[in-house]
């Protein structure tokens, strides 16, 4: 029987028509024209003015400093909260789910109005801090799910082998159970992490003057016509993410070796 070329093919389909944009984007960086359009030769102008561009460096600092704050809180914030959900049970648990789960399902522009109207009525400046209170509402979200996820499937009783050999509940927690935990507190901070970098609708309602991140700022320069700058710095950005995925994979190839 002959094999169908139908699944190699649909296969082939769906990563050309996620991979060439980028390709483009990439291709074009190097494009001496302004325009897409006509191909004007090779060159680092738009590279080279990048490194002048102060507003975009400035709204990368911005972007990153939320970005870390924001994964810190919200792994810490998170992970105390799908413990809580875990072990205890309750009509106050149910209201506490409800919680945490109304960020991941609630849209953005609804999400961002509502933030932004909850800082006017309390008078706080909005700018860098009103953007990290944002960001941390929904990303606890995100963390606390995939630690709860987690928990589901942990086996306790090495908690309480612990505690028979005379840890006490900090030492267990501290030296037995966050150990553990570790993968599902990594992967809930990486993923609150790219959701602060990447989110644009919450932060644009709750931004303020001189705290312009990465995604207000390519949106401005989108309006103001730059898009040679644009490709060059998404040019930039997927070479630094290609390279922390490769380090983070030698990482864990190393460890396999030693183990």
Not at 36 to 43: L, V
Request: charged content about 10%; proline content about 4%.
């Amino acid at each position: 029987m002959k094999r169908s070329r139908i699944p190699l093919l649909t296969t082939i389909a769906v990563l050309v028509f996620f991979y060439l944009p980028i390709f483009v984007l990439i291709v074009h960086s190097f494009n001496a024209s302004r325009f897409s359009g006509t191909w004007g030769g090779f060159s680092l102008r738009w590279y080279q003015r990048l490194m002048t561009e102060r507003e975009i460096w400035q709204a990368l600092k911005n972007t990153l400093i939320v970005a870390v704050s924001v994964t810190m809180v919200s792994m810490v914030l998170g992970t105390l909260a799908a413990f809580a959900l875990h072990r205890f049970h309750g009509c106050l648990q149910r209201i506490h789910y409800a919680i945490i789960y109304t960020p991941l399902v609630v849209p953005d522009i609804l999400m961002g109005i509502s933030l932004l109207l909850f800082f006017v009525a309390t008078g706080m400046r909005l700018g860098l801090t009103t953007i990290f209170l944002a960001h941390t509402s929904f990303c606890v979200s995100y963390v606390a799910m995939v630690v709860l996820a987690r928990l589901q499937d942990f086996d306790f009783s090495v908690i309480e082998a612990a505690q028979d050999l005379g840890a006490n509940w900090w030492t267990a927690t501290w030296r037995v159970l966050l150990p553990l935990l570790a993968p599902g507190i990594a992967a809930g901070g990486l993923l609150s992490f790219t959701l602060s970098i990447d989110d644009f609708v919450i932060t644009f309602f709750v931004t303020g003057p001189g705290a312009t991140t990465l995604p207000i700022q390519i949106y401005s320069m989108i309006k103001h016509g730059s898009p040679p700058l644009i490709n060059a710095l998404s040019t930039i950005l997927l070479v630094v993410t290609f390279v922390i995925v490769w380090w983070a994979q030698q990482l864990t190839r190393e460890e396999y070796r030693h183990e």
